[in-house]
């Protein structure tokens, strides 16, 4: 371990001491009460108006499952609280935006791919390398952090990229095995579940904190982005949207969906390893064996509906893609992405997506390791829970 890896530590042990001394005297700080949230995202963003958003209940039910469930130290307190001031204040400063300018409500969408599949089977691969081409248009990480950011010129966006990297350091500092499971900077492409996040919806939430009675609520829910860099080929991602494929098609009937496959039992230990290193970070109780069978569970539930959707669904709409070719044959697979697509793969398109590939090779940022053992899932029982999938889509699963 470094030296400032150990500094970083005792200060953060230090702080967490002191955040349960001050619990057993009845204090909590920081508040997460949502009137304290407000005006602080207020005084910020130098606006009140919050418009018609619809996050009254979400953030209520986020906020009550915060206080009564996920058990976060002083630094988790900390953590939340301005992650959820921020996501605040970029919904009022996007409020102001859509007054002062009400085209960008009349923008739209055509024709959207999203890249879906359960967590850990490439669909983060695939986007980045997609994106690479100067045909498509993914979103970025610094325009899902800060949304109401203008950024069309690079003096505007050289200053909300530096804000953005200082907060993905700060991340990295506190869980800094987080990098080798799921590489995240300001220029790589970000997936739809930090978009949802703006609205206090998603997946996110759960998967960083212990949140069982929001994520409960926002899977039973009805669920039903490009003011300043328009694109006309729109390429998305998140596993999150096994949960709500119904919804997607809804609102954008004419998607066409790749989804990704792998072996679900190397999913299931892989997703447990991830949560619990985020969750880690911010609690005092991140026991690895619950987080990974209440994730074996969810995502079990998630695919079983995404399915039945899917099977009304058009086919002609859906591309199916193993996660074995992403990793061996990158370029082959975007080539076949793309006839699935219609489109032309370009000169430039191919040398950007080369480019991406050498620049970043696998385990680039260090090797991800995990056993199904380490987390307590039973081989057997996983095989029979994911049966249907596993025939269908024909997926070899570890011996």
Known sequence: MSFSARCVRGAVTALNTGGRALRKLGAEPPSLELEDLLRAAERRAGASDLGVWPIEEPIERLLDSYRREAELTTLGRITVRELLVSLLENLLRLETERVANPDVERQAIADPVFIIGLPRTGTTHLHGLMSQDPANRAPFTWEVMYPAARGTTRDEIDPVRARTQSRLDWANRLAPEFMRIHPIAPDLPQECIAIHAQAFMGIQFHTTHDVPSFQDWFERDSQDLQAHRPGSRWVLKAPGHLFSLGALLRRYPNARIV???????????SMASHATVLRRAFSDRADPV??????ADRWGRALDDFLAVRDRAKPEQFLDIGYESIER????????????????LTDSGRAAIAQ????NPKDKHGVHRY???QYDLDRAELTR???????RFELRTDD
């Open 329 to 344: 044959a990158p370029l082959e697979t975007v080539e076949r992405v793309y006839d699935f697509l219609g489109w032309p």
């Open 290 to 295: 619950r987080i990974a069978a209440d994730w």
């Open 356 to 359: 991406f590939l050498a620049a």
């Open 371 to 373: 056993t199904l053992e």
């Open 385 to 391: 829970r994911f049966a249907r999938y596993i025939d």
């Open 259 to 269: 989804q990704t496959h792998r072996d679900p039992l190397r999913v299931m230990a």
